[in-house]
Structure formats: structure tokens, C-alpha cells
């Protein structure tokens, strides 16, 4: 299933490029948010000088409104753990492994997705899915560590893999796939976007541990899925004895045959 958007992957320099944008993203929206205010405040101003003549109350109050609800965060439907790191054991040239948790902590179904800078060498486990209200899943995600360049040591080395996780508000029973987040775009939010942090594979950390604990939670929700459902053929009661209605026909209905066979010689 793909999952990551292949036009965003480009080389590290051009990853570097697409995040320098942000803040010309946020700048623009502070002065238009600016302008906004100045523009409401002259049209207040030339409502009072011609006798309440000009912008009504109710149009002045939805323009406030509207510019209040532009500049508000966009509510998170979903809480992860880790909340803001994936993170790795150190270990170059093998593919490791990290997880998170998911979990729905709004009142309605949620589809989530991931995207990562780079996809040729990490991918997760599941891409996607829905959760119900309160539902919680353990993601694993795979990459592979290169070897580091000029003899850095791990805590210096400085990845510039990041991932992202969207969230859509989805119906009941819809089914998952992923391209309802390019039909839905104006509806889907960015909950997090998780940096890469390498972990000492040989010392003992409080991190280290919590890594271990939840892909060991992961492999074993796995298994339980791989197992076949529960048998729902012919009960059993006591020391073989089966209890089967069909069979128990069958024999009455051969009795029958036998006892008019006889009454006919």
C-alpha cells in the first residue's frame, strides 16, 4: 500500500528547502491577520462617525470571528506516544526499529496516516487505518541506519528523516484507503510530525526500555490476529460424546427404513 507522497522526497538539501518555508507561511499569516484588525477597526471607526451607518454588528462580529478561527491551532484527534520522537537503536548498517501508539481521543472515527521524507529506506507498520472512539494502536516503523559519515559518534549525528501523521474525521463503517486523504484535503489535519532520536543499543535507558516494551505489545497484537478464529462446528460434552442434530436424523430416519422393511416381509 503506498503510502508517502514520492515528489516530496527529494534529496536532504531540498528537504531543507521545504521546511524553511514554514515561516514565511507564518509571517504572512501574522500580517494578514494585521491588516484584518487595522481593516476592522477603520470600518468601526467610519461606522460611528456616520451615525452607526456602515458595517452592522453582526457582519463585524463574523469577520472577528472568522479572522479568530484562522489563527486558532487545529484540534488534534489523535494522541501519540512517543508524542514528539521516534526513536531508533543505534545500530549502522541494519534496519532497526521504533514504535508508537496511537489512539483516538476524539468522539468520532478517525483515519490516520503516515508520510516520511524517506520512503526508500523506512516504511510502517500498518500505513494507515481507522480507529473508533477511544481505540488505540501500536504502530512499528522500520528504517535502516547508514553508516555515519567522518567517524561521528551517534549523539552527533543529526537525522533529517522526519514523519508525518495526518487525521480525518471519517463515518462509521467507512472503509480505509488512501486516497481519502487527497479527497477530503481541506478536512485533514497534521497531528504531529516525529523527528528521528538514536538510542545507545548498550546502555540501559528509560527510553531504551519503554522501545522494547511496546514492539514486544506490537509483535504479540500481530500473532493474535494471525491466529485462526475459534471453532464453531459440533459441541462437545463430556468424554466425546457430540452432540450433532444432523447425524442424530440420519440415524433415526435408517431406523425407520429398517423397521417398514421388515413389517413387509
Known amino acids: 500500500m503506498a503510502i508517502a507522497d514520492h515528489s516530496s522526497h527529494r534529496s536532504g538539501h531540498y528537504d531543507g528547502k521545504l521546511w524553511r518555508l514554514c515561516p514565511f507561511w507564518q509571517s504572512g499569516t501574522a500580517s494578514s491577520s494585521s491588516s484584518s484588525t487595522q481593516n476592522l477597526q477603520t470600518n468601526s471607526q467610519h461606522s460611528q462617525q456616520n451615525g452607526g451607518v456602515g458595517l452592522s454588528s453582526g457582519s463585524s462580529a463574523n469577520s472577528v470571528s472568522s479572522v479568530a478561527r484562522s489563527l486558532l491551532p487545529a484540534r488534534r484527534r489523535l494522541r501519540l506516544?512517543?508524542?514528539?520522537?521516534?526513536?531508533?537503536?543505534?545500530?549502522?548498517?541494519?534496519q532497526v526499529r521504533s514504535a508508537v501508539r496511537i489512539k483516538n481521543s476524539s468522539k468520532s472515527h478517525v483515519a490516520f496516516k503516515f508520510q516520511t521524507t524517506a520512503p526508500k529506506s523506512c516504511y510502517m507498520r500498518p500505513p494507515g487505518g481507522i480507529l473508533?472512539?477511544?481505540?488505540s494502536i501500536i504502530a512499528t516503523v522500520f528504517?535502516?541506519?547508514?553508516?555515519?559519515?567522518?567517524?561521528?559518534k551517534p549523539t552527533e549525528q543529526k537525522s533529517?528523516?522526519?514523519?508525518?501523521?495526518?487525521s480525518l474525521k471519517v463515518k462509521q463503517g467507512t472503509d480505509y484507503v488512501p486516497e481519502l486523504f487527497d479527497e477530503q484535503k481541506d478536512q485533514v489535519t497534521v497531528e504531529r510530525i516525529l523527528r528521528v532520536v538514536f538510542l545507545d543499543p548498550e546502555r540501559s535507558t528509560s527510553a531504551l526500555e519503554k522501545l522494547k516494551r511496546q514492539l514486544a505489545e506490537a509483535e504479540a497484537a500481530i500473532e493474535a490476529r494471525k491466529k485462526p478464529p475459534a471453532d464453531?462446528?459440533?459441541?462437545?460434552?463430556?468424554?466425546?460424546?457430540?452432540?450433532?442434530?444432523?447425524?442424530?436424523r440420519r440415524e433415526k430416519y435408517l431406523a425407520r427404513q429398517q423397521v417398514e422393511a421388515v413389517d413387509s416381509v
Open 81 to 94: 506516544d512517543p508524542a514528539n520522537n521516534l526513536y531508533f537503536p543505534y545500530e549502522p548498517g541494519k
Open 132 to 135: 473508533a472512539p477511544g481505540e
Open 143 to 152: 528504517k535502516f541506519v547508514e553508516h555515519p559519515e567522518n567517524n561521528e
Open 160 to 166: 533529517r528523516v522526519k514523519f508525518k501523521i495526518m
Open 232 to 248: 464453531t462446528g459440533p459441541r462437545v460434552v463430556g468424554e466425546g460424546l457430540v452432540i450433532d442434530e444432523w447425524k442424530e
